[in-house]
């Protein structure tokens, strides 16, 4: 006869944080490098193509399409906004 025991536990945390990219003060151009088709006509400097990997990164400190300096208030990090955390087992 043998002796069977089994432990199984799973653990997961689930994060929210927010930024707030505010647009270009001169041109209006997004504060982040985008794929949408609307960015490529208005601000073709912050379009990306699809499977790019900068989609959805900051510009940075200068405008990729009017290349105005951008101010440190056009980007605010809120903070995180919600967490959860899920524990579950089996003994
Ligand atoms: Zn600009």
């Known amino acids: 006869m043998t002796d069977n025991s089994s432990s199984a ?16 003060e001169k041109c209006g151009a997004p504060g982040k490098f985008l794929t949408n088709e ?13 499977g790019d990997e900068r989609h959805d990164i900051p510009v940075g400190s200068h405008c990729p399409h009017c290349q105005a300096s951008r101010s440190p208030g056009l980007m605010n990090y809120l903070g995180e906004i919600w967490r959860k955390n899920f524990t579950a087992g089996v003994e």
Do not use: D, E, F, M
């Open 9 to 24: 536990y799973i653990y997961r945390s689930q994060g929210l944080h927010a930024t707030v990219h505010k647009a270009c």
């Open 38 to 50: 609307t960015i490529q006509q208005k601000w073709p400097g912050c379009y990306v193509p699809p």
